[in-house]
């Protein structure tokens, strides 16, 4: 079975940091794009940051770009989210994501939809 597992999540007061973790099972998405989402409360699931296989390919949300840093270990199929200077409008479910559409690329594609596992999600609540 196939798993996406998310960690790292909590409260945090404004101005702080979290560090989160998404280890996959199952499978190795080594040669593929993952990247993170986020649903704030009450809204619609939102783009926030993607990287390539390699992590040569990055992409970030303007609302979190020098702020938040994605980085991978393929090594141990696990992918990061360093969230730096949190906001209290960062307040959201965070779910990573893998997609295997694309292999060995330099892509890494910011539409949710075009992702095809994903973890359960982990909570983030900044506090102001």
């Known amino acids: 079975q196939v798993q996406l597992v998310e960690s790292g999540g909590g409260l945090v007061q404004a101005g702080g940091s979290l560090r989160l973790s998404c280890v996959a099972s199952?499978?190795?998405?080594?040669?593929?794009?993952m990247g993170w989402f986020r649903r704030p409360p009450g809204r619609e699931r939102e783009f926030v940051a993607v990287?390539?296989?390699?992590?040569?390919?990055?992409h970030y949300a303007d609302s979190v770009r020098d702020r938040f840093t994605i980085s991978r270990d393929n090594a141990k199929n696990t992918v990061y989210l360093q969230m730096n200077s949190l906001k209290p409008e960062d307040t959201a479910v965070y779910y990573c994501?893998?997609?295997?559409?694309?292999?060995?690329?330099?892509?890494?594609?910011?539409?949710?939809?075009?992702?095809?596992?994903w973890g359960q999600g982990i909570q983030v609540t900044v506090s102001s």
């Open positions: 994501a893998a997609d295997v559409s694309y292999s060995h690329n330099f892509y890494a594609s910011t539409e949710g939809d075009d992702y095809d596992y």
């Open positions: 990287i390539n296989w390699t992590g040569a390919t990055t």
């Open positions: 199952g499978r190795t998405f080594s040669s593929n794009p």
